[in-house]
């Protein structure tokens, strides 16, 4: 058996919008954009939804148009993916990190408190995994020290906390839609915020700086008989970055939105089976964080923590069990390195996360297999 680690969950529905795009040949910024940027807003229901064309672009906008000044710093945790905080590196921000919670492995509010100054502008929230970080604790430390919260919601497409959605707790709140999330448009994501104030600036932002959308300037021009000259006219008053969405992606996207309450149900009930059957083993073996199966959460990863992390994986590969490590704590990449300081949590637990296969095409036969080879896998160690 091959079990992957993750896979896009993508078919007939995605291929029939695609199809569309293609009929109308017009596969850049367009309609299709607007449409999915309006349903996103009504899914996590903020006030503005800006798609671009990844997670990453979602936060260096976030980052961007709040125009910290240079020296400022920015709390990231320091157990998560790089673009959490490469972000602040762009505008040439500092880093502070901030330890993660030992239960939720996202940003520890305790080291929050402890690592805050009064020069830190902006504080990053990644939903480890789809579990949420605390945010009502969080946002009551923010508010009262007037720190921008950007949550990284990369991992948790759909989930909420106490009620109220993911991505609608901070400022702003930025969406991967790389090909492994809970949803995918190939590469993609959206910045969704409130603040009416920041959405033409980031709309121009996100398309090279340019105040007017080319398919509307287009659509004008040919369908309205009284523009006979500078259709073509738009201004650039800031700089902007290629960092749209366009109609293919929106295509997929709109078909995936469709989906995506199914498949944050079905990955949900594979981690139950996960847990029901590691927890008939006769070893303990430990799931990263307190999987809430409430339905409250969109999880993203299964993962455990194991002290053999390492034998593990290559036991498992050998089985055909794909697996994965997120993440080594970011100051032991080079690029991070001079912003290392006290993470005593993170050391603790990265050398014993292990991620396992989670999908929603995932089948409750692969799942069995891949607990049936954690169980020969400790049935070898132990003789
Ligand atoms: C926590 C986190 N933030 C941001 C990103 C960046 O998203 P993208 O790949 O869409 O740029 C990722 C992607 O893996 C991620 O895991």
């Known amino acids: 058996m091959n079990v992957r680690l993750f896979k896009p969950s993508v078919g007939q529905e995605e291929l029939d919008n695609i199809k569309g795009v293609f009929e109308r040949a017009w596969m850049g910024l367009g309609p299709l954009v607007t449409q999915f940027e309006a349903a996103w807003k009504d899914y996590i229901g903020s006030g503005f939804a800006v798609g671009v064309n990844s997670g990453t672009a979602a936060l260096h906008l976030a980052v961007k148009v709040l125009d910290f000044p240079k020296g400022t710093k920015v709390l990231v945790p ?6 959490s905080a ?3 590196l762009y505008e040439d921000l500092d880093i502070v990190f901030v330890d993660v919670d030992p239960q939720t492995l996202s940003i520890s509010v305790e080291d929050l408190k402890r690592k805050y100054t009064p020069d830190c502008g902006a504080l990053v929230v990644v939903h480890f995994g789809g579990h949420a970080a605390k945010m009502d604790e969080i946002m009551a430390f923010a508010n009262a020290n007037n720190l921008k919260v950007i ?3 990369a991992h948790c497409a759909g989930g909420t906390y106490q009620g109220k959605k993911l991505g609608t707790w901070g400022h702003f709140g930025c969406f991967s839609f790389e090909e492994k999330k809970c949803m995918t448009t190939g590469d993609g994501g959206m910045l969704v915020f409130n603040m009416p104030e920041y959405h033409e600036v980031l709309r121009a932002m996100r398309w090279i ?3 007017k959308d080319t398919w509307k300037r287009e659509a004008d021009y040919v369908n309205n008989a009284g523009v006979l000259d500078r259709h073509w006219y738009y201004e650039i008053a800031v700089l902007g970055y290629k960092y749209n969405m366009n109609d293919l992606m929106a295509a997929i996207g709109l078909a995936q939105l469709e989906k995506l309450p199914k498949m944050n149900a079905r990955r949900l009930e594979l981690i139950g089976q996960y847990l029901d059957l590691l927890g008939k083993l006769a070893v303990t073996v430990e799931p990263i964080f307190p999987y809430d199966l409430s339905g409250e959460s969109a999880y993203w990863i299964f993962g455990i923590r194991t002290a053999d992390r390492d ?3 290559a036991y498992l590969k050998s089985k055909g069990v794909a697996t994965g490590v997120h993440y080594m704590p970011l100051h032991m990449h080079p690029l991070f390195a001079r912003f290392a300081n006290e993470t005593p949590q993170t050391e603790a637990v990265w050398p014993e ?8 095409d995932l089948t409750d036969a692969e799942v069995q297999y891949v607990v049936d080879q954690i169980a020969a896998f400790h049935a070898e160690t132990q003789t």
């Open 78 to 83: 320091s157990m998560t993916f790089a673009a």
């Open 86 to 88: 490469t972000a602040a």
């Open 151 to 153: 949550e990284d919601c």
């Open 209 to 211: 700086g340019i105040d």
């Open 311 to 313: 034998a593990m994986v």
């Open 353 to 360: 996360i292990l991620t396992l296969p989670l999908h929603a």
